[in-house]
Nanobody, 123 residues
Framework: QVQLVESGGGLVQAGGSLRLSCQASGRTFSNYAMGWLRQAPGKEREFVAA????????IHTPSVRGRFTISRDNAKNMVYLQMNNVKPEDTAVYYCAQTDTGISTNPDRYNYWGQGTQVTVSA
């Protein structure tokens, strides 16, 4: 079965950086698009970034564009989210997810999810 395990979350000051990592296993990683989504307290889960199976195409939600970068290493079955110049509003649980339907900004298109990693940004 597909397993996704996130790491790299933590407490960071506004303006700082974090790199989230996600280790995938269970099926051929290079066949599937991947995404990062987040959920803040009291809010719905929202799309952050996605990357195609080959890594050639990436999408970032406007609020993180220019600050966050999604990438992947198909040889290592890893996907990353580099977070720079973080803001307090980036505070959330961040989830790595995999979709069967190609790169997507729709959280409902993601079939498999990790357990999440907490990111807390202090002002």
């Amino acid at each position: 079965q597909v397993q996704l395990v996130e790491s790299g979350g933590g407490l960071v000051q506004a303006g700082g950086s974090l790199r989230l990592s996600c280790q995938a296993s269970g099926r051929t990683f290079s066949n599937y698009a991947m995404g990062w989504l987040r959920q803040a307290p009291g809010k719905e889960r929202e799309f952050v970034a996605a990357i195609s199976s080959s890594g050639m195409t990436a999408i970032h939600t406007p609020s993180v564009r220019g600050r966050f970068t999604i990438s992947r290493d198909n040889a290592k079955n890893m996907v990353y989210l580099q977070m720079n110049n973080v803001k307090p509003e980036d505070t959330a649980v961040y989830y790595c997810a995999q979709t069967d339907t190609g790169i997507s900004t729709n959280p409902d298109r993601y079939n498999y999810w990790g357990q999440g990693t907490q990111v807390t940004v202090s002002a």
